[in-house]
């Protein structure tokens, strides 16, 4: 049975311009709270004390291991955020990053935050839609889509390109929000809703929309509990830090932050699951 959920549930479909702005208006909150990350955490428990830049840390590091890179490899970040996740790749194993996002301030941020790493020869950021995307076919020994494909409009068009962009014998890995449990599909619109999410695929929709795209996936995680699961220790952490972010960005800023995010927190806990999938495009078809 096809449990996913359909886009019209999560609402409007949206261009990139339309991303570009969600993420421009979300961004420099989320990378004031997120250290630069503007995706998920990973806690094991309730009595985890690692802080929310430690648990968005985890996350990272759990992705991104999986592309085993080596020193020197070209890395596409498809749909890079504000730079923190490709300054560890460009400093934690010497790989040269090509980021893309349809975010202007993103650009910008991850651009300061190389320059500041000393990793601004390494890691490169530019304006790039993964829909349509103009490097040369075999670009790249690595791609990462570190929670990006959420929004993409047509899920299959985005692998294919990314697909043709990585050299054969390459490796993509993503992360990304999965159906979990059955519930209230109300919650679930809303979630959709605030993230811009075109669809909610279970994880076995996602390894085959891998597939479909050409790929052999070689490894595959689902930690949902251990994710979306956690939202209340995030809640707990933004709570703790709201006197200092508001210091910075203001009152009314902050407040409508919290607007902006309210539906993130409508689906029961394990009605939203999260996946990281790591494949391999072959060596010949
Ligand atoms: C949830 S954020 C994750 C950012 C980053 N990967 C991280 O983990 O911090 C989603 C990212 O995908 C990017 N994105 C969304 N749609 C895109 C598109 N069509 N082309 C390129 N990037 C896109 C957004 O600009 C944003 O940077």
Request: glycine fraction near 10%.
């Amino acid at each position: 049975m096809d449990r996913s959920v359909p886009a019209r549930l999560g609402g409007h479909m949206s261009d990139a311009a339309d991303i570009g702005e969600h993420y421009d208006r979300r961004s420099p909150i989320g990378d004031e709270l997120r250290d630069g990350q503007l995706h998920m955490w990973y806690w094991y428990d309730r009595a985890d004390p690692a802080s929310l830049t430690e648990a968005v840390h985890r996350l990272t590091r759990k992705v991104t291991d999986t592309l085993g890179l080596r020193a020197g490899e070209h890395v596409l970040d498809a749909g890079c955020g504000p730079g923190e996740t490709a300054v560890h790749l460009a400093t934690g194993f010497g790989a040269r990053v090509t980021g893309i996002t349809v975010s202007d301030y993103e650009i910008a941020r991850a651009t300061e935050r190389a320059a500041d790493a000393g990793a601004g020869e390494l890691a490169r950021f530019e304006y790039g839609d993964f829909m349509d995307l103009s490097f040369p076919d075999d670009t790249f020994d690595a791609v990462l889509a570190l929670e990006s494909l959420q929004n993409a409009q047509d899920l299959d068009r985005v692998l294919a390109q990314l697909y043709r962009v990585l050299r054969p014998g390459g490796r993509i890995s993503f992360s990304d929000f999965s159906l979990g449990a059955q519930g209230d599909p109300v919650r679930l619109a809303k979630f959709m809703d605030t993230l811009k999410l075109h669809r909610l695929p279970t994880l076995a929709q996602w390894l085959e929309h891998t597939r479909a795209a050409g790929f052999e996936v070689e490894e595959y995680t689902q930690c949902g509990p251990r994710v979306f699961g956690k939202k209340a220790k995030y809640v707990e952490a933004a709570l703790s830090r709201r006197d200092e972010v508001t210091a910075k960005f203001g009152e009314d800023a902050v407040t409508e932050f919290s607007r902006l995010h309210h539906g993130f927190f409508a689906p029961r806990k394990d009605q939203v699951g999260y996946v990281i999938v790591s494949a391999r495009k072959p060596l010949s078809r």
